[in-house]
């Protein structure tokens, strides 16, 4: 005996009806805060990648940030310590990378900046300075994975950098 076939009518996603299944990642909510000097909405912790572990967890975000203007003025450099950061371009958008070694202290000659093509994301190491989101030309959409849980994971560094395209 054959079992009859399972007929669906495929219903509306919204965060509600999946709950038992996981997370809807939207970018759309109005659940977010402001970063990086008021120029990116950071809708954070979009949905929880199940990681085993002492209280660490993988968060996985959208950033929506506003373009900086150039040449770039920075204030500080910040780090992530307990763990990786990375960002993915959702719309093609070009941006600033400005990083320096990790370490205690930051020398002002190992600090580099580079500029995206807008199809490329990057992944800080644990403990990487780095500047704020950077996005050029336009709004810009960013899928970022980082480190959740216990323990301070944002150090930040005072130097003033001055940030230009060749």
């Known amino acids: 005996m054959t079992e009859p076939t399972l007929q669906l009518a495929a219903e509306p996603l919204t965060t509600d009806a999946f709950a038992d299944f996981g997370e ?3 970018h759309r909510s109005t659940d977010y805060f402001m970063i990086n000097g008021g120029i990116t909405r950071r809708h954070h912790d979009l949905a929880k990648v199940e990681t085993l572990g002492e209280g660490a967890r993988t968060l996985i975000s ?7 203007q150039l040449p770039l003025e920075l204030s500080f450099l910040e780090r992530h310590p307990l763990g990786s950061q990375a960002f993915m371009p959702l719309q093609g958008e070009r941006f600033v990378i400005v990083v320096a070694p990790a370490g205690d202290i930051i020398d002002p000659t190992q600090v580099r900046a580079f500029v995206t093509d807008g199809q490329q994301g990057i992944n800080y190491h644990a403990g990487t300075w780095h500047a704020i989101q950077s996005v050029l030309d336009a709004e810009g959409r960013f899928l970022v994975v ?4 216990a323990g301070n994971n944002c150090d930040e560094y005072p130097i003033a950098l001055r940030v230009t395209l060749e």
């Open 62 to 68: 959208i950033f929506v940030s506003q373009p900086v």
């Open 146 to 149: 980082d480190r959740g849980g």
């Open 24 to 26: 809807v990642i939207d």
